[in-house]
């Protein structure tokens, strides 16, 4: 399975706009573009550049994200919709990740996503995967996150790895990170990641659709 991940960045505080007219796009969407298991996101920026709005979709390969794309494309409809889009929108790029575990998807509007990145060394982005999945697993445990899902780059730089998770709010994450240190188990964990990692960025995200 792979993740698409638009980003679009939005004029100055035009987001809540963006996001509902995206919406309104949704709401028509051929089946085409969205066969059954075929999952979508949309999210707004807790942290990073100000009104930042990403969609996510997750296909069972690009060749059916490519075909469901020319179907979107090929309605009258959608050249209307796009008309209005474009005001609200600057800039963007898309990324491609390969879905090395999958989740089934968020909770539902308003929940908060953490997105950890790491930049792996050479080669090593195997063994990364394999800590994510335990971290995204001993984050569960701990009550502190729910819903791991772990991402490797399918285009762009190579040897990055995401796990990405659900929390219940920003200070159970932050109060988490400030305790979590002293716990052996992630002391032994920590250690192994430092040699897979050079470095990593955190990402707060609002499920918005």
């Known amino acids: 399975m792979i993740q698409v991940r638009d980003t679009f960045h939005i004029r100055f ?11 309104r796009l949704l709401v028509d969407m051929p089946a ?14 807790l942290s990073g550049p100000m009104y930042t709005l990403r969609e ?20 009258p409809e959608y050249d209307e ?3 209005d889009w474009k005001q609200f929108v600057e800039d963007g790029e898309r ?4 879905v090395e575990q999958a989740n089934d998807g968020w909770s539902g509007l308003g929940a908060i996503v953490v997105r950890s ?19 995204g697993a001993m984050l569960t445990d701990c009550g502190v996150a729910t819903r791991p899902r772990v991402l490797t780059d399918a285009s762009g ?15 159970t994450w932050d109060t988490h990170r400030r305790t979590m240190f002293a716990d052996p188990m992630f002391q032994a964990w920590f250690q192994r990641l430092r040699g897979c990692v050079t470095h990593g960025s955190h990402e707060f995200f609002r499920v918005a659709g």
Not at 95 to 98: D, L, M, S, Y
Not at 157 to 171: G, K, S, W
Request: proline residues 3%; aromatic residues 14%.
């Open 32 to 45: 085409e573009l969205f066969p059954s298991g075929v999952r979508h996101e949309l999210l707004t920026d």
């Open 56 to 75: 996510a979709l997750h296909f069972p390969s690009i060749q059916a994200w490519e075909d469901g794309l020319q179907a979107l494309f090929a309605r």
């Open 157 to 171: 730089r190579m040897f990055n790895a995401v796990l990405e998770v659900e929390t219940p709010d920003l200070h």
């Open 13 to 23: 505080g035009r987001v809540d706009g963006a996001v509902s007219h995206f919406q």
């Open 117 to 135: 990145c790491f930049r792996t060394l050479e080669w090593r982005v195997h063994e990364t995967v394999g800590l994510l999945k335990d971290h």
């Open 95 to 98: 990324e491609f990740f390969r």
């Open 81 to 83: 919709w796009f008309k």
